[in-house]
């Protein structure tokens, strides 16, 4: 008899905007399910910017987009985005 893990699905994702992170860590650290962590790659203003290194454990909450000051992140639960969308959603606009 098979002893293998039941396997997780995603929920969500996350979709970043690598030129504007400042990698203060903040999404990292507020993520509930720790799914998040940095890129090996630095940005052009030389940060490590997030990446999900845990895709199947994402619940699309979106708090990772509440807690960045910088608008850089922006989660989702995939079952919001639209099938047809050949784009990522558009984040909200600071202001
Ligand atoms: S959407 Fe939620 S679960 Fe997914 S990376 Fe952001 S904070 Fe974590
Ligand atoms: S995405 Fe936002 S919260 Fe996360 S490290 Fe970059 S600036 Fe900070």
């Not at 903040?26 to 799914?35: D, H, L, N, R, S």
């Not at 490590?48 to 989702?76: M, N, Q, R, S």
């Amino acid at each position: 008899m098979s002893q293998d893990k039941p396997v997780r699905q995603a929920k969500g994702t996350v979709f970043v905007r690598p030129e504007v992170c400042k990698g203060c860590a903040y999404c990292i650290e507020f993520c509930p399910t720790e799914c998040l962590g940095f890129s090996e790659e630095f940005n052009a203003k030389g940060y490590h910017y997030p990446v999900l290194k845990h895709p199947e454990e994402c619940t699309g909450c979106g708090l990772c987009g509440l807690y960045c000051p910088d608008f850089a992140i922006f989660g989702i639960r995939l079952k919001d985005i639209p099938q047809a969308a050949s784009e990522p959603p558009v984040p909200p606009k600071a202001g």
